[in-house]
């Protein structure tokens, strides 16, 4: 995948093996997608690249959260520690933090299937990482549950 029409027409051939029609991209190949409630996925075509940049927000922290949460997220994003590759970023203002996966263009429009599966999973760790960083938010003394790995979870792309 190396040009936006080649992105939206993969993202058509997902939703039509799958059914998934809210995974429809705007203009600019955005797709945001509401997921149970609880997250917003997000689909950035970045055509430079050819690369597909997932994010999703897992997290808003208090402007007094525990050192403890940080410690965690810079370990997981200067060594990848459970994060299946991903990294996360911290929102300036809002203190949201963000979860971000890049998918390999080229290797994603051979399987649209495989693709959802690894949004699925993607989604899991997430909602693994909210739990735990919660854990902390509820209890700064108390150690939050460490995050199952996720290549026991079959991330791959």
Same mark, same amino acid.
């Given at each position: 995948?190396?040009?936006?029409? $080649?992105?939206?027409?993969?993202?058509?051939?997902?939703?039509?093996?799958?059914?998934? @029609?809210? &995974?429809? %991209? !705007?203009?600019?190949?955005?797709?945001?997608?509401?997921? !149970?409630?609880?997250? =917003? &996925?997000?689909?950035?075509?970045?055509?430079?690249?050819?690369?597909?940049?997932?994010?999703? $927000? +897992?997290?808003?922290? %208090?402007? @007094?959260?525990?050192?403890?949460?940080?410690?965690?997220?810079?370990?997981?994003?200067?060594?990848?520690?459970?994060?299946?590759?991903?990294?996360? =970023?911290?929102?300036? $203002?809002?203190?949201? *933090? +963000?979860?971000?996966?890049?998918? !390999? #263009?080229?290797?994603?429009? #051979? @399987?649209?299937?495989?693709?959802?599966?690894?949004? /699925?999973? +993607?989604?899991?760790?997430? /909602?693994?990482?909210?739990?735990? +960083?919660?854990?902390?938010? =509820? !209890?700064?003394?108390?150690?939050?549950? *460490?995050?199952?790995?996720?290549?026991?979870?079959?991330?791959?792309?």
């Amino acid at each position: 995948m190396r040009t936006m029409d $080649e992105y939206k027409a993969f993202l058509a051939a997902v939703r039509k093996n799958t059914g998934l @029609d809210m &995974l429809t %991209p !705007d203009e600019g190949g955005l797709v945001s997608v509401r997921v !149970d409630g609880a997250y =917003t &996925l997000n689909l950035q075509f970045v055509e430079a690249t050819g690369k597909v940049l997932c994010f999703v $927000e +897992i997290a808003e922290l %208090p402007k @007094d959260a525990p050192k403890a949460v940080y410690r965690d997220l810079l370990v997981g994003g200067l060594f990848g520690t459970e994060t299946a590759g991903g990294h996360f =970023t911290l929102e300036d $203002e809002s203190e949201s *933090v +963000i979860y971000n996966y890049f998918f !390999d #263009g080229d290797v994603v429009a #051979g @399987d649209p299937e495989e693709f959802v599966s690894t949004l /699925e999973k +993607i989604l899991q760790l997430c /909602e693994a990482w909210a739990e735990r +960083i919660g854990g902390y938010l =509820t !209890d700064d003394t108390a150690e939050a549950s *460490v995050v199952e790995s996720p290549m026991d979870w079959g991330l791959r792309v």
